[in-house]
């Protein structure tokens, strides 16, 4: 009997090409997603080398991080991302790489249209030049952000020189409690291990409150493990997996899919599998949480008080950035900005949390709501529920998709000394605008402190 493997030795064994002892393993990738910002320079190494495209099919490319969340049909006013786009389109033509362009129905943000399509599988090989490709681990894919000479690497030959990562199963006992989403349980883990904790495993998920979870709170979850230092995170593929791909455009069909899901259901770790390590998290214990400090490790819950001091000249720092006060709760805290989107939270069930929020209910006064669609699909099922109206009439702005102010890109972004609640990823110095200031939390957590004009504890409007 063969030893039992863990979801990630069996997607590693079988797509590695060649490992010679002492190197990096050359691995076979059968997913390449491209977007403006990180591969302009890949594109340009393979004119300068007389290279193609190795496998035009296996890429997919989109606009998202450069492109303006307002009226498409005016010009972009920043001529750095002006180009970035331009350029994307120039390179895609030439070498035949199938391209989401601005306009079209299946553009959006890179982790939320692959899945989206039905591109993203389970088993598959997965990458980007951007950090958090960890998001289509949601489907039991190995995925991992790449830079860009890898881009052109992988461009050139589908394939990449890796070195094998350890492994970690995170365990999320019992069941989550009303109010605490998926963000949540990802901050709690990251405050939990740290920014560093994870550094060199692959995280995969696993527990009660992971297998209630959505395949979009799936997505969120594995979005952020490289926050918390991971090289990639995942979550073994099961009936929830297999309902979300059926009948997506690039998901296979008939006969294709049934003898897809044979091969999927055998992904699954094996009974007694061993993994490097194991990380367990009661679920069941844990409120909202929300970021207090200027990385993604500094999170509490929302009830509780951001650290003191006590010395620790990291805390110190972040603080004093913060302008926040240790020792004392986060809640009731005046903000300027609300941002519900970015590739962590931009789903169709990201938005109908905040909607269920705002519906009949008013935005603070001085306070600035965006809400900013993941792709053109999202946004398209958004009107046809009337998910935009609820929050036009509470006086949130509704945007078109793309990263947006996750970014800080086209005047989406802080003013020196802004607060602002928001649903992406990073609160580093400057990340949604130099000086501002910047609480990670759920669209729950988002909306409801929107309303109140203040850090809010959301279960008060469930």
């Known amino acids: 009997m063969s030893k039992p493997r863990t979801l990630f030795q069996k997607i590693w064994d079988e797509h590695v090409v060649v490992h010679e002892a002492g190197a990096p393993a050359v691995l076979y990738i059968d997913l390449h997603l491209v977007h403006e910002v990180t591969s302009p320079q890949a594109f340009q190494g393979l004119r300068d080398r007389g290279l193609k495209v190795r496998r035009p099919e296996r890429t997919m490319a989109t606009m998202d991080h450069s492109i303006p969340t307002t009226d498409r049909a005016l010009p972009i006013l920043d001529p750095i991302a002006a180009k970035q786009v331009e350029q994307l389109r120039i390179n895609c033509r030439e070498f035949g790489v199938p391209l989401a362009d601005m306009g079209m129905e299946d553009q959006g943000i890179v982790h939320v249209i692959g899945p989206e399509l039905g591109l993203t599988q389970p088993g598959f090989t997965v990458v980007c030049g951007d950090s958090h490709t960890s998001t289509h681990g949601a489907f039991g894919a190995l995925a991992f952000g790449i830079g860009t000479t890898e881009v052109e690497h992988v461009l050139a030959t589908q394939c990449l020189l890796q070195d094998r990562p350890r492994t970690c199963e995170v365990r999320f006992e019992g069941a989550a409690p009303d109010g605490v989403v998926a963000k949540d349980l990802i901050l709690a883990l990251i405050a939990r291990i740290g920014i560093g904790g994870g550094t060199g495993h692959v995280l995969e998920y696993a527990g009660e409150a992971i297998r209630a979870l959505t395949m979009e709170g799936r997505m969120t979850l594995c979005n952020m493990s490289i926050e918390g230092g991971a090289r990639a995170g995942m979550v073994a593929p099961d009936d929830t997996t297999f309902e979300y791909l059926a009948g997506r455009p690039k998901a296979p069909q008939g006969a294709a899919w049934d003898s897809a899901v044979e091969r999927w259901r055998k992904l699954p770790s094996d009974a007694g599998a061993v993994f490097d390590r194991t990380e367990t998290v009661d679920a069941a214990g844990l409120e909202p949480m929300i970021t207090w400090g200027t990385n993604p490790g500094m999170g509490v819950g929302v009830t509780q008080p951001a650290p003191e001091p006590n010395g620790n000249p990291g805390i110190r720092k972040a603080l004093d950035y913060m302008q926040i006060e ?126 109140e004009g203040a850090v809010t504890d959301a279960r008060r409007y469930l």
């Open 326 to 451: 240790g020792g004392k709760p986060l809640l009731g805290r005046p903000i300027d900005v609300v941002f519900v989107g970015s590739c962590t939270n931009s789903r169709i069930s990201d938005l109908r949390l905040a909607a269920g929020v705002l519906r009949g209910r008013k935005v603070a006064p001085g306070v600035r709501m965006m809400v900013v669609p993941g792709s053109e699909k999202i946004k398209v099922q958004a009107e046809a529920e009337g998910l935009p109206e609820i929050f036009k009439a509470a006086g949130a702005e509704w945007r078109e998709a793309g990263c947006s102010m996750c970014i800080a890109m086209n005047g989406d972004q802080l003013t020196p000394g802004q607060y602002c609640v928001s649903t992406s990823n990073r609160n580093f110095e400057g990340r949604q605008g130099k000086g501002g200031r910047t609480f990670l939390a759920s669209p729950l957590t988002a909306a409801a402190s929107a309303v």
